[in-house]
C-alpha cells in the first residue's frame, strides 16, 4: 500500500481528490496522511465522501484531545 503525505499548501478537499487521483492511477487502495489523520482511499472513493469520513476522524480527535485536558486537571 502506499502512503500519501499531505504538506501545508493543498486544501483538505485538494489532498483527497489527489488520493483519489492517485488510488485510481496505482489501481490499489492508497493510505492519505492528512494533518495526522490517516485515511485509506481506494479508486471508488470520492472526494466528497472522504471529506465527511475526514470531518468525522478530526471531530473524534478533538473530542480525544478534550478529554486528555480534562483528564489532566
Known amino acids: 500500500m502506499k502512503v500519501l503525505k499531505f504538506v501545508a499548501g493543498l ?3 485538494q489532498a483527497l481528490e489527489q488520493a483519489c487521483n492517485a488510488a485510481s492511477h496505482e489501481h490499489q487502495t492508497v493510505l492519505a ?4 489523520i490517516m485515511m485509506p482511499v481506494s479508486k471508488n472513493d470520492t472526494p466528497d465522501s472522504l471529506l465527511k469520513k475526514y470531518k468525522q476522524k478530526l471531530q473524534f480527535k478533538y473530542e480525544i ?3 486528555k485536558k480534562q483528564r489532566q486537571k
Not at 33 to 36: H, M
Request: charged share 30%; aromatic share 0%.
Open 33 to 36: 496522511e492528512i494533518n495526522d
Open 11 to 13: 486544501t483538505i478537499s
Open 65 to 67: 484531545e478534550q478529554l
